[in-house]
């Protein structure tokens, strides 16, 4: 069973639980589900939400995030790409996987990662179709 850790930076907290849910259907299970109170502006800056993204991340299989993202977001994406075997990048616009800008540019040079041009909706079947075979039949 494929572990994956969803970045929760850039959605609201019915629209994170929708795509995790859409993603358990894959038959994927979440390495950590984040409550409501964590969509909070700035409440990822506290120690207790790092370490518990640090220990998600450490046990994924696969992480997802969608781009552009806060410096959270850019945070986690440095370490997953260290610890986790497999990397998804999702963005709205395609400016995001290019080398515009310093966050853009960074995204864009890192090696070995899927990326998709979605809607975050649209992560779910955007995965069932890079990740075919990792889907439980």
Known sequence: MVSFYLSPSNF???EYMKIIHGIMDLGWKP??????E???????LKSKALTQSVK??????MFIAYVPGSNNTFFEVGLAYTLCEEMFLAAKDPVHFTQTG????YIASLDGIKRSCCKPAQIPSMLRKEYAYLIKR
């Open 38 to 44: 964590a969509f909070k502006i700035n409440s990822f």
């Open 56 to 61: 998600a991340i450490s046990r994924s299989d």
């Open 102 to 105: 310093l966050a853009d540019s």
């Open 31 to 36: 390495t950590h589900l984040w409550p409501v």
């Open 12 to 14: 609201c907290y019915h």
